[in-house]
């Protein structure tokens, strides 16, 4: 936020961003955009919002979840209770361009915000709304909780070990990939108001964001009929072994098992070695060597082993330092965000100053915003000094300087006209395609012939014996056009550089260098088309000493202080395991964001440096905070968080039964108590249930133990407490919701994954399928067109 004493320049390409107090995932978002430079107001309640004063605290008495989610935004006093207040938020509605709202369906039409009710007042405003489960459904009434949606979303149930309960990720992840789905839609949905000048509403819901990050284990269970569970940190392929000052991940290609055994040996084995034996030589070995020796000496072979990074370490990193991950204190000794931009680019700007003071926004933004103002111009902006005496445009691809495509999904589709090239591969990078194709961009997926992207074939249990295509590749590439070029050859270059001269936006997530080598790096493409969106989904970035690292997500889980935060109390770090690899799945949904973002705002000529291991770090800000400026180690905490109390999942009758309880406010645990121990639990205080967490949890376990699962969700649900099952990826794929609102698609034969979040104004249609190899070559090359095949409806 900008301290009261600055001016905001008067820019016609800021967004004005109305937010109202809410969930992680509801300020993540505002976060998002107060970075990139926009006006994001926060409309808090008489005596602030709840993250100002929740413990744990900076020195000024502001929590430092607050001071790391609301920085750079302005604060105005809105009661949504009162006419006065619903008449100040409806006054800052007419004249803003976005809403950000976590409101529930109750306080949704208490305070006439309910979706029609918006598209009837607003027309021209876009919505974006964030909840636990969707805009209607009841259970939004309850905060959105990263618990209870990774719980219902099935994503919990790949966590963990298979013996112990199910976890949730530390931090708020779905909270926070959550967010970047918001942006998504949000950015979309202005892009459609470009063209059509109609507002809309994008219903973002917690559990199906886990549910859609989980979507590997529902292709195994509707394609293998398997049940898909968590897979720990100390058994199978990959497995997490302490090291002399902490803890290392072995993690490696399956053909890479003997250079393993040559890296631990000091030679490759005569002779196929047995994992079983070697498992125990191997944590022997670690245990004597520091996590960092690890690491270097297993990544100097191009073996893709991490270490669990803690924050501390973090802090003192060399990657991080050179890239100036970590911001230091303000000279005027205010709080500010302790990180940095999720992403790096030249051409964006990014803010991390102080949160605001309770109320200090208010008579700027009733000046700034005396005047209505909708579809202002967007000015397209570049890296420096590519685009000085641009006439502004109000049509985002417009921006782009192309001759015009012809629309996949129709016209009014949010990325009609745009057009991709796709070098990604495995999720990353080509689920990031994959997204933009959903909305309407023309995806040209560009493959070798003799090394296609390996998720093409990789196995799957049940899968078709005739069928050519993995089911894992199908999911990432539906929609997509496929060609095939050799880029080490000069003509495989040339038609390149020929296809993106007409491109809009590149994808890449190779390893750093490997485009260079094939002349498919930025600086060379941007010789050819100065307007290109490039982006990199690399695994640390461009540069920095460890840019060119080897990693798969689990590699990231480590590096970014992800796992350090993840796990059991009395353990050690966990992974999101290779069964989910979270960080390529919330950089999906960021990357694609991030490009929606700058094709709505003009922004070209641009090169969008994301390092995953970053990005996780990011969303951790808080936990960040709090160590630099206490020196405290977050360690692992179970499924406990700072949010509420209790917050835990719970054994129900039946083998692998749970149930997960959340009470964000002393209401809930007053209903919890008496439903599940009166006797020791009612009239408690609140500092009583956060000092006997131990004694509530044995009482509640107790409880649930006694019942079914379903008896136990409907009882608390009744009761007014936040609920949730744990359910499996086969529970999970028999559950309506998330068929009818389309976060998976098809059945056993067709099954792949849906749609993050839905539109009101726009429903995309069902992809094409996956293209074969080159399948689209003759009609791609001959026609620089590329008129894309139509989904079904």
């Known amino acids: 936020m900008t301290p009261p004493h600055e001016e905001r320049a008067a820019d016609p390409g800021t967004l004005r961003v109305v937010e109202l107090s ?17 006006d994001v107001v926060l409309c808090e309640p008489p005596g602030g919002d709840a993250l100002r004063t929740r413990a744990p605290l900076d020195e000024h008495g502001v929590g430092f979840a607050f001071s790391s989610l609301d920085a750079d935004k302005r604060s105005v006093v809105a009661d949504l209770d009162t006419p006065d207040g619903r008449t100040a938020l409806h006054h800052l509605l007419d004249r803003a361009d976005l809403l950000l ?20 007042a607003w027309p021209g405003l876009v919505a974006v709304s964030i909840t636990a489960a969707g805009l209607d459904d009841p259970r939004s009434d309850h905060p959105g909780d990263s618990l209870l949606a990774e719980c219902y979303g099935g994503l919990a149930s790949m966590i963990g070990e298979p013996d112990r309960p199910p976890l949730s990720l530390g931090g708020e992840q779905a909270a926070h990939a959550a967010a970047f789905a918001g942006l998504l839609g949000g950015m979309l949905a202005l892009s459609r108001r470009a063209r059509a000048g109609q507002g809309d509403v994008v219903d973002v819901a917690l559990c199906d964001v886990a549910a859609y990050i989980d979507w590997k284990s529902d292709i195994e269970s509707a394609v293998a009929g398997t049940a898909p569970t968590r897979t720990g940190a100390t058994a199978g392929q990959w497995r997490i072994v302490r090291a002399a000052d902490g803890w290392a991940g072995v993690i490696f290609a399956p053909e890479q098992w003997d250079l393993l055994i040559e890296l631990v040996n000091g030679s490759a084995p005569a002779v196929p070695a047995d994992p079983e034996r070697w498992w125990p030589v191997i944590e022997r070995w670690a245990a004597r060597l520091p996590k960092r020796t690890i690491y270097e000496r297993a990544q100097a072979l191009g073996l893709a082993v991490g270490f669990s990074a803690d924050l501390g370490d973090l802090r003192a990193d060399g990657q991080y330092r050179s890239r100036g991950f970590f911001r230091g204190p303000r000279q005027d000794g205010r709080t500010s965000a302790p990180v940095g931009p999720p992403a790096h680019a030249a051409g964006l700007p990014w803010r991390a100053g102080p949160p605001p003071a309770l109320g200090d926004g208010a008579p700027a933004a009733a000046q700034e915003w005396e005047h209505p103002r909708r579809q202002a111009p967007v000015r397209c902006t570049s890296a420096p000094a590519l685009h000085e005496g641009t006439t502004p445009h109000t049509d985002p691809v417009a921006c782009g300087g192309t001759a015009p495509l012809t629309p996949r999904n129709g016209a009014d589709a949010p990325l009609a006209g745009v057009t991709v090239l796709d070098l990604g591969t495995i999720t990353a990078g080509a689920a990031t395609g994959r997204l933009l194709a959903d909305y309407g961009a023309t995806v040209i997926k560009v493959e070798s012939a003799s090394h296609p992207d390996p998720f093409r074939h990789w196995p799957v249990a049940g899968q078709a014996p005739d069928t050519d295509v993995s089911p894992m590749f199908e999911s990432n590439n539906a929609g997509k056009l496929g060609v095939v070029l050799d880029l080490k050859t000069g003509a495989g270059r040339e038609t390149l550089h020929r296809l993106a001269a007409r491109a809009d936006v590149v994808i890449e997530n190779f390893t750093v260098g490997v485009t260079k080598r094939l002349g498919a790096d930025f600086e060379t493409l941007r010789a050819v088309n100065p307007r290109l969106v490039y982006l990199s989904l690399s695994s640390q970035g461009q540069d920095g000493p460890e840019a060119g690292r080897r990693s798969y997500g689990s590699t990231l889980d480590l590096l970014s202080g992800l796992a350090s935060v993840t796990g059991y109390p009395d353990g050690g770090p966990m992974w999101s395991s290779g069964e989910v690899n979270y960080p390529d799945q919330a950089a999906s949904l960021f990357g694609a964001a991030l490009v929606a973002y700058c094709l709505e705002r003009g922004v070209r000529g641009v090169h969008l440096d994301v390092s995953q291991r970053e990005l996780i770090s990011w969303t951790l800000a808080d936990r960040i905070a709090e160590h630099a400026a206490t020196g405290v180690l977050p360690a692992p905490t179970g499924n406990r968080r700072p ?7 719970y054994p129900c009758a039946g083998d692998g039964q749970w149930v997960a309880v959340a009470c964000h406010g002393q209401a809930e645990r007053d209903a919890l108590a008496d439903l599940v121990a009166p006797g020791e639990l009612a009239g408690r205080s609140e500092e009583w249930w956060w000092e006997h967490e131990d004694l509530v949890d044995e009482l509640i376990g107790s409880w649930t133990r006694a019942r079914s699962r379903e008896e136990c969700v409907r009882a608390l649900t009744e009761a007014g407490v936040a609920a949730a099952p744990v359910l499996s990826a086969a529970e999970r794929g028999r559950e309506p919701r998330f068929g009818e609102r389309r976060v998976f698609l098809g059945d056993r034969g067709s099954r792949r994954k849906g749609f993050p979040f839905t539109m009101r104004g726009y429903a995309p249609p069902d992809p094409a399928p996956a293209p074969a190899l080159g399948q689209d070559q003759e009609a791609v090359l001959a026609d620089l067109s590329f008129t894309g095949r139509k989904g079904s409806s």
């Open 22 to 38: 809410g969930g992680v995932a509801t300020k993540v978002c505002g976060r998002l955009l107060a970075g990139l430079g926009h």
């Open 643 to 649: 949010a509420g109390t209790p917050h835990d999942v």
């Open 101 to 120: 709202t976590g409101l529930g369906p109750d306080r949704a039409r208490a305070a006439g915000l309910t979706a029609p009710e918006i598209r009837d």
